[in-house]
């Protein structure tokens, strides 16, 4: 479904990532855990080309975003392929990212109007459903500014799959959010997984991780340090640095 190799990126001199891999099958639920500045947002962001990488190899879907060949050179594919390939993909970040000027329904079908072309009248019905879906069907004509954190999240997160994508990624998701606001977002994600929805969550709720994520992968200094199946990894982390770091969580 997604396969990641040797993934290399630098901003100037700073190395961020030193030769990350991660390969996703569908209906993975996939938890990226680690320190600050270890890499796991930059990570999230070259796999949906929000930045991108100087060396390693992308595919989604069987569909090569760029790829690097044995003399070293890294080559993305075409503009139109890109977005192609990454409208395959959504994702939720921290901050919510609304568009403040809207209502949450404008939100929802903003994206597959202008991006896919399609019709008012037939992305409506769909936008009210997913509404209704993560419990916001009364906020239909809200404007985020009149939402809490919680019900924001949840807009962002129906807003990510009105466009109907493979695999979702979520960037700490729940850090911005008040403790008691957590749950309301961490349950519709548990919905998702249940659902079988294809997902890499950037979190420090280990809760969430050891419940709900297949694998955990521990990023360090730009390295995946450790991707073992969740509930070995909290049970019995190899690595010391991993150890550390629960210990630090829990
Ligand atoms: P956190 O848990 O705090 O969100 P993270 O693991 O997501 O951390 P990243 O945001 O990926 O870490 O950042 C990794 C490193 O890359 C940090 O040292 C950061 O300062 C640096 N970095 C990230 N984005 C940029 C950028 N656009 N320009 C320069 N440096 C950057
Ligand atoms: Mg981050």
């Known amino acids: 479904m997604l396969r990641a190799v040797d993934l290399h990126k630098r901003f100037g001199a700073i190395e961020v990532l030193k030769g990350v891999s991660l390969e996703v099958g569908r209906g993975e639920v996939i938890a990226i855990i680690g320190p600050s500045g270890s890499g796991k947002s930059t990570f999230l962001r070259c796999l949906i080309h929000l930045e991108t990488v100087q060396r390693g190899c992308i595919e989604v879907e069987g569909r090569t975003l760029v790829s690097t060949d044995t003399g070293g050179e890294c080559r993305y594919v075409a503009d139109a392929e890109i977005r192609t390939i990454c409208g395959a993909m959504g994702m939720v970040f921290q901050h919510f990212n609304l568009f403040p000027h809207l209502t949450v329904l404008e939100n929802l079908i903003e994206a597959p109007m202008t991006v896919k072309g399609l019709r008012?009248?037939?992305?409506?019905?769909?936008?009210?459903?997913?509404?209704?879906?993560?419990?916001?069907?009364?906020?239909?004509?809200?404007?985020?500014?009149?939402?809490?954190?919680?019900?924001?999240?949840?807009?962002?997160?129906?807003?990510?799959?009105?466009?109907?994508?493979?695999?979702?990624?979520?960037?700490?998701?729940?850090?911005?959010?008040?403790?008691?606001?957590?749950?309301?977002?961490?349950?519709?994600?548990?919905?998702?997984?249940?659902?079988?929805?294809?997902?890499?969550?950037?979190?420090?709720?280990?809760?969430?991780?050891?419940?709900?994520?297949?694998?955990?992968?521990?990023?360090?200094?730009?390295?995946?340090?450790?991707?073992?199946?969740?509930?070995?990894?909290?049970?019995?982390?190899?690595?010391?640095?991993?150890?550390?770091?629960?210990?630090?969580?829990?």
């Open 120 to 250: 008012r009248e037939d992305v409506v019905p769909k936008a009210e459903a997913l509404l209704a879906k993560v419990g916001l069907a009364d906020k239909r004509d809200a404007y985020p500014s009149r939402l809490s954190g919680g019900q924001k999240q949840r807009v962002a997160i129906a807003r990510a799959l009105a466009m109907e994508p493979d695999i979702l990624l979520f960037d700490e998701p729940t850090s911005a959010l008040d403790p008691e606001l957590t749950g309301e977002v961490l349950r519709t994600m548990r919905e998702l997984a249940d659902e079988h929805m294809t997902m890499i969550v950037v979190t420090h709720e280990m809760a969430f991780a050891r419940e709900v994520a297949s694998r955990v992968i521990f990023m360090d200094g730009g390295l995946v340090v450790e991707a073992r199946p969740a509930r070995e990894l909290f049970a019995s982390p190899e690595h010391p640095r991993t150890r550390a770091f629960l210990e630090n969580m829990l």
